[in-house]
């Protein structure tokens, strides 16, 4: 196993246990069976205990000086949810088959976000396995699995996690979880994990009962923040940092999106994220490790490349702002945050061009500004999506994009996106056209239950799709089941040969141009819409479009190089409803 600070190991002598409880003199440990024994006490906040016959299965707490027993924080794997005992587990046991991986460049990323409960009927990391000769024939080349860190309760989204490093146990063992990440490789697919680092759940959090987790110098939307920058603040950045690299090393993933780090409030010399950056990228050694934001803030800082075009800290962002003007495109929604991107083709042209809309602009929804310039960056790094766990869920039916809008609209939207230079991610089921609702959902206690009720109808009123009278109960069972995915859709599905030809003619002819890509120039009028990208080798890659439901221009009376998709008709420059046509010229 490698070597970590936190949770229980290997030794010669038997199984160390260590808890960093600095907030209390004495701990004790309890292994299932058996009474509980003493640990010794180190002036650092640290307690130990060798057990020389316990081993791997051994099922054990931690008992504070007041009778409250606890898991593991860094416990490897919960049985019987996060309120039980901690079960020892060998990771080094498993034997891999995939040793010589050593993952995949980022340009030639396509990623698919998936919630394990929900990809298949089963909902579990096995059955996974079974659905990934799909992904693969349909040119997806990484999962992004939405965070799996162990939280209270049947089923969750995974934002709720309170033991970060064990995988919730109704996806199945940590073995099973290194079985689908190993068949993922085999296949030529990289696994990315969605991770979150600026909070902790509600329920079954039990750290703060014994160190100084919280931190009452920064707010963010859960609460206190997480203490990264005050008094015993050393031990919790590890604990955070340390998990980043247990999940690289040993479940071999290829990269994180790190949840909302614009709540990550750290005010040390070194910030949590450029720490954990150095320290993940300097464990990866050769391999592609690509590390991905999800930044409200859009600082574009986070994003820099180096002389040789390499990432400084993260490979990308989730780019919110392309959603957006394809989404208010494609439905002609302008409730919430969309009317800061509606009736206007400039910040279609730009988005695409230089990836946020806002760049320091003041945005009324926020009622201040927002965003860095990022005309300066790659667009490889920017992820574009038409759909996400977020745009989804974060609406009172949970509906997809696909179950109200017209199919002329979303096919345009769709080889917009694929085609981008930008890098595309697709969210589970679109590419056949999936119709089940994702809602949000949760499984707390009756009372966390209510008060998620109430905050859900409070807080997200002001979203696009949200109404508060037709809200889905997120607690329910039923609701769980409404996002499962039916794949007996799949083989009648149009879209689905859609997806595949985008996605061939992404792999063939636009990801061979995308590493060393340029700048960009973009133009708009009305609903249409061209934008000149450079790319490898000066080879130029255009894009003319008119998202609307009326003729329109976007200036060029000619289509440069050669076509390599079309989508509708043009007439002497003119774009037909809903035309889209992409081409290629050399330098």
């Not at 007041?66 to 034997?95: C, T």
């Not at 010589?100 to 089963?122: A, S």
């Not at 209510?450 to 997120?474: C, I, M, Q, W, Y």
């Not at 089941?481 to 595949?500: I, T």
Request: with cysteine; aromatic share 10%; net charge negative.
């Amino acid at each position: 196993m490698t070597q970590t600070t936190f949770g229980p190991d290997f030794t010669e002598e038997g199984i160390l246990f260590r808890l960093w409880a600095p907030l209390h003199e004495s701990v004790s440990l309890k292994i299932e069976g058996a009474d509980p024994r003493p640990m010794y006490a180190e002036e650092d906040g640290w307690h130990r205990c060798t057990v020389s016959d316990a081993h791997a299965g051994t099922r054990y707490r931690f008992v504070l000086p007041d009778g409250l027993e606890i898991p593991d924080p860094a416990s490897r794997f919960q049985p019987e949810d996060v309120h039980g005992p901690s079960e020892v587990v060998d990771l080094s046991a498993y034997r891999w088959k995939t040793n010589g991986w050593t993952g995949r460049p980022w340009e030639e990323m396509v990623l698919y976000e998936l919630h394990i409960g929900c990809f298949t009927p089963e909902g579990t990391f096995r059955d996974a396995i079974e659905r990934l000769d799909h992904l693969r024939e349909l040119g997806v080349t990484a999962l992004q699995i939405m965070p799996l860190s162990d939280f209270p309760g049947r089923y969750s989204w995974g934002y709720d996690g309170v033991l970060p490093y064990a995988p919730d146990s109704s996806y199945g063992r940590p073995e099973d979880l290194m079985a689908l990440v190993d068949a993922a490789h085999e296949r030529g697919i990289s696994v990315f994990l969605d991770v979150v680092y600026n909070h902790f759940g509600p329920d079954g959090n039990y750290i703060p009962s014994y160190a100084p987790l919280f931190t009452d110098q920064h707010k963010t939307p859960w609460g206190n923040g997480i203490n990264y920058d005050g008094d015993g603040s050393e031990m919790i950045r590890e604990f955070v940092i340390e998990n980043a690299l247990y999940w690289l090393t040993e479940f071999r993933l290829d990269g994180f999106r790190f949840d909302a780090v614009h709540a990550i409030k750290d005010d040390s010399d070194e910030h949590l994220l450029h720490a954990l950056t150095r320290r993940v990228r300097a464990a990866a050694g050769g391999r592609h490790v690509h590390l991905i934001v999800e930044n409200e803030e859009n600082d574009s800082d986070l994003l820099t490349r180096d002389d040789k075009g390499e990432a400084r800290l993260f490979t990308a962002q989730w780019n919110d702002d392309v959603h957006h003007v394809l989404h208010i495109a494609a439905t002609g929604e302008t409730f919430g945050y969309y009317a800061d991107y509606a009736g206007d083709g400039e910040k279609l042209g730009r988005a695409l061009a230089e990836g946020f809309v806002f760049q320091g602009e003041h945005m009324p929804y926020r009622g201040g500004s927002r965003g860095r310039p990022s005309g300066h960056l790659p667009p490889t790094a920017f992820v574009s999506f038409i759909q996400n766990h977020d745009q989804i869920g974060n609406r009172a039916l949970g509906d997809r994009i696909m179950a109200s809008s017209p199919v002329d609209a979303v096919k345009a939207v769709t080889s917009i996106y694929l085609l981008s230079p930008e890098i595309p991610m697709l969210f589970m089921g679109e590419e056949w056209g999936a119709r089940e609702p994702f809602p949000y959902f949760c499984d707390f206690d009756e009372d966390l239950n209510e008060k998620v009720r109430k905050g859900r109808r409070e807080e997200l009123s002001r979203l696009p799709g949200f109404d508060a009278a037709d809200l889905l109960d997120p607690t329910a069972p039923s609701t769980f089941a409404a996002g499962k995915l039916d794949w007996s859709k799949r083989a009648s599905s149009e879209v689905l040969d859609f997806y595949r030809k985008l996605l061939d003619l992404r792999r063939h002819r636009i990801i061979p141009l995308l590493k060393g890509a340029g700048d960009a120039v973009y133009r708009s009028a009305g609903t249409a819409v061209a934008v000149d990208w450079t790319l490898a080798g000066n080879s130029r890659l255009h894009l003319r479009a008119n998202l609307g439901n009326e003729a329109a221009s976007p200036g060029s009376k000619r289509e440069d190089g050669e076509t390599i998709f079309r989508l509708g008709r043009s007439d002497d420059g003119e774009l037909a409803p809903w035309t889209v046509i992409w081409s290629i010229s050399e330098a």
